[in-house]
């Protein structure tokens, strides 16, 4: 009964793990934050300003944690770049905690249900790094995928409003209000940028920069292009967007005529694994050698490895640059 509880307990802590980490962020607890702050310029009570100090130290708190995780992870620049393309306010310091909250429940659920030490580590450090990079990518592609897919009828809004005399920061703020998804939330960054002073070109840029789309790029190349050598902005861009919809038919023709042999590699991939738990569950003592023989962890060990080229190779063999 007590291992059952503790392994509820440790499911129940990584799911709160997981939530606090990845939920995304409040509207109102965003006007919140900006009220309290003007109450706090403008106030001259005691208790107030006790209040602003406490935020004040919990504030420099954050910053320790944050850059005690840009000390331990390797590439601190490229994992914040990451973070900001899936749309959420997002920190090194909460991805750093996922990350640890996770590795230690999953290994000490599996110490709990009798598995080796080594072993319980060495998968809780898999789980704790590999899971969330995986939920970090998955919701990066969703939102680009989304942003990719919107984006060739927020041009084409564009091009009606340059078409009716419009000139091209109020196509850019019409977009920012008409799209729904992430294709307005860049462009109403681009409208708020170039309300504060920067130049349309530096603050597109910044968000191709961030996307990493080449289909945001051929925009701003575009845009770029036509103000160096002039001519009709319009037309051109009302041939970009058709250039991006036959892109984006050309993606799904190439998804549909590989997605049998994905599915096939995804099967022949997991099989091996299926197969090692199921045996673990009828004869754990059986399988317990591979923990236990050095033969059989080098053997593990070089399957493993046989099976990571194999996946990479047909991964490369199925993708194509369009």
Known sequence: MLPMLMIMAGMGGALALLYFAMAGPSTAKAQARRLEGLR???????????????RKITAAR?????NLAQRFIPNPALLRQRLERTGRTWTLGQYAMASAGLAIVVAFLLSVRGA???FSIMIGLLVGIGLPHLVVGFLVKRRVNQFTTRFPDAIELMVRGLRSGLPISETIQIVASEIPGPVSVEFREVSDKMKIGRTME???????????????QFFVITLAIQRETGGNLAETLSNLADVLRK??????????????????????GALPFIVFTMI????????????????????????LLWMCIGAFIMAKMIRFEI
Request: aromatic share 8%.
């Open 202 to 216: 530096a603050a597109l840029q910044d968000v191709a920069d961030r996307l990493g789309t080449p289909e945001f």
């Open 40 to 54: 706090e310029r403008h106030s001259r009570s005691a208790e107030v300003a006790a209040q602003a100090q406490l």
């Open 116 to 118: 080796p030490g080594l």
């Open 247 to 268: 892109r984006a038919q050309m993606k799904l023709k190439i998804r549909a005529m590989s997605s049998e042999s994905k599915a096939s590699a995804y099967i022949i």
């Open 280 to 303: 673990w569950i009828i004869n754990r003592k059986y399988m317990a050698e591979f923990f236990s023989d050095p033969r059989l962890m080098v053997i593990g060990a070089g399957g």
């Open 62 to 66: 954050d910053n320790r944690i944050e």
